[in-house]
């Protein structure tokens, strides 16, 4: 059924507490579908137990910037003084074997990664309403009321973005957002754009 | 979940022989979608045990010709002195009511549908190959060897219209189809054109 077919590059983005982690993890925990995540690469060391192509791509400071100049990344950043960014020739070749590749991603990231990646499908993560956004920031029990407050604020700024993205899921029940994104998944897939090639001859695309 | 919700114009179409009615019952089979048949309008009068509104919306001759004055239809024909169409704002009845109103059409038909309803969802269904069209034709046994040659050629006709679809779905196993386009019915109401009314407050859409 997969035979030759390219997978998708699926980016999973939103505000900040939206639940961005847990709609991906179930997606993974769905069965007959050959979802990969997207490994970053950093010039950060690797840290105990860490394995290369697993964690992350680990590679040296020179050998990031030469790949930033040869426009390998869909988007990268640095982050204290180390790198981070998104391997665009390692994402080809999954797609290339026929696996979604899943990349979860903050909002600025991922309109980045937009810009590069024409044929991604993105996905943007809302909250059934700015409530349950707050409520859950107050729930996670990690962050002050200073950082729940700016959490907030970034949030404000991330919803008018919603537009710039394919789809809008809102986590309102976690497997129903990860069922709904399988959904979109097998929908991209019977685009006809996509799916007319691969009946090329009997469809007679020129 | 529901709430407020429009629901869609499904048109599932393709070449005759392609299963198109087996796949559409499989579809209705599927439990927790909100689907409803696209109900045609006629100016044939009711056979025994036809019911006004399941059926078809019987009317007059004079009814239907001014409907079609009052551009009131989709597509709409006439056969053997009789007119048969496809009535717009029955459809709009049911999408508004947050149905999703499935029409089943040959290919022409789908094609003039399309012109008037530009948010509808068009679905071709295609054969896994040419071959097997040809052997579904012959297995019907209700077709002689020249009507065989008929659709067939008119299949070749259309294959190529496929590209005029939003979505080319296979027809390879009749539930694999019927879920692939349940699939594309959830994802079509994931869309953020169509989602981010539903959160207009909350994504600030001016």
Avoid: C, W
Wanted: net charge negative; charged share 35%; proline share 4%.
């Amino acid at each position: 059924m997969k035979l030759n077919e390219r997978g998708l590059l699926v980016v999973i983005s939103g505000p900040s507490g939206v639940g961005k982690g847990t709609v991906r993890k179930a997606l993974f925990e769905i069965e007959g579908h050959d979802l990969v995540y997207s490994i970053s690469m950093t010039t950060r060391p690797p840290r105990e137990g860490e394995v290369d192509g697993e964690d992350y791509y680990f590679v040296s400071k020179e050998e990031f910037e030469r790949r930033i100049k040869e426009d390998k990344f869909l988007e990268y950043a640095e982050f204290v003084g180390n790198y981070y960014g998104t391997p665009k020739d390692k994402i080809d070749e999954q797609i290339d074997l026929g696996k979604e590749v899943v990349l979860e991603i903050e909002v600025q990231g991922a309109l980045q990664v937009r810009e590069k990646a024409k044929d991604g499908v993105f996905i943007f993560i809302a909250p059934p309403t700015k409530e349950a956004l707050f409520r859950r920031l107050l729930r996670r029990g990690t962050e002050n009321p200073k950082s729940i407050q700016n959490r907030m604020d970034k949030a404000e700024r991330e919803f008018p973005l919603a537009h710039k993205y394919d789809y809008i899921v809102v986590n309102d029940e976690v497997t129903n957002a990860a069922d709904r994104i399988i959904a979109i998944i097998r929908a991209e897939h019977a685009k006809t754009e996509r799916a007319i090639y691969k009946y090329k001859e009997m469809l007679e695309v020129k």
